[in-house]
């Protein structure tokens, strides 16, 4: 029974300060797309963000430059294996924002572990903030450029400026992470050697993605950090129940002095009688079971403080199913041409 006092802090330390787990590899998160041109010689190399996946179709949103005179695709994930997937360019693309999406097939049953990135807060970036890069410039695989910064965080109405320190072909589609907390902030789609890149702000990818009825479900919403006095009515909740705990343990101590010692006139204890010892455990008790409720208390306003406060609008999800992409595509091979046949 003394156990359950602990019950509404056990509660309130889950709900409100589980730690996310770091075991997964960010770079799981980016892809590596290879590609063919019509002339059958190598083409463009980049990356792409896996955004998500449905049965055994892998949906990966990356620059539209790198696949658009693509007469092949391939992609490969951040995976011991190294298997290289076929992949095909979605029929619907943005060319102003220079946005795309492969639609690779992988088996529903192949070991793959996925990255699931959270978003950033677009709406409160600043300049200066440290950013990281994620691309293969030149064929360096998952390279993660630590050495920019951003410089504009309203480029034209969707886009991100930022340092284009150590930025080089290889880079377009990968991810533009924040360096401190690995949140997703943008799509790569510019890597020129000048003062500044560009990246898409990943609320206008996703948003892309959405109308298209693309996947997104490695692509996690903004997730708010915990409001300061969250940390405060925690403290005191865990105070308290030490507090508690102290004692609880100080009653049951006089407690048991009063029940081994019969004698009612001789003192008991540092010149204490068996009836004072009593009242002393009776008064530890009720100050336990104080300590116990105000820890209680502040547990649950601690979990409050971190549920009521305004929360960012999310994007209404697609109303439709998810096509099946393969179905809708018929590749051909003959002596003259290979490509794709879409049927509607």
Known sequence: ????????????????????????????????????NQEGSEGETGAGIVSGR?????????????????Q?????????????FPATLHYQVNEEL?????????????????????????????VDLAVSCIGHPYGAEWTYNKMNTLTNTRLGTYQLGFSSLGINPGFSGGA??????????????????????TAVNIDEVINYLQKWRIPTNFLLPYKEPLNPLTYVF????????????????????QYEIYKTNLDESAPVYQGLSRNDMLQQAKDDYKWR????????????????????????????????PVPNFFSQVDFFQESSQTGIRFTF
């Open 1 to 36: 029974m003394k156990n359950l006092y602990f019950l509404p802090l056990c509660v309130a330390m889950c709900m409100g300060y589980v730690p996310v787990s770091l075991s997964q590899n960010i770079l799981q998160g980016v892809a590596l797309i290879k590609t063919v």
């Open 54 to 70: 449905t049965g055994d179709q892998l949906f990966i949103v990356t620059a539209y430059h790198v696949v658009k005179d693509a």
């Open 72 to 84: 092949s695709i391939t992609v490969r994930l951040n995976q011991a294996s190294w298997t290289e």
């Open 98 to 126: 220079d946005i795309a999406v492969v639609v690779a097939r992988i088996p529903a049953n192949a070991p793959i572990n996925y990255y699931e990135f959270r978003r950033g807060n677009i709406e409160e970036l600043k």
């Open 176 to 197: 533009l992470v924040e360096r401190k907390k690995g949140r997703l902030l943008g799509l790569i789609t510019e890597v020129s050697s000048g003062a500044s890149a």
């Open 234 to 253: 925690g403290g005191l909740a865990v105070a308290g129940a030490g507090a508690g705990l102290y004692f609880n343990n100080d009653g049951v101590d």
């Open 289 to 320: 079971n104080i300590s116990y409720a105000a820890s209680g208390g502040f547990a649950v306003a601690a979990v409050l403080c971190n549920v009521i406060k305004k929360k960012k609008k999310t994007a209404a999800k697609p109303s439709k």
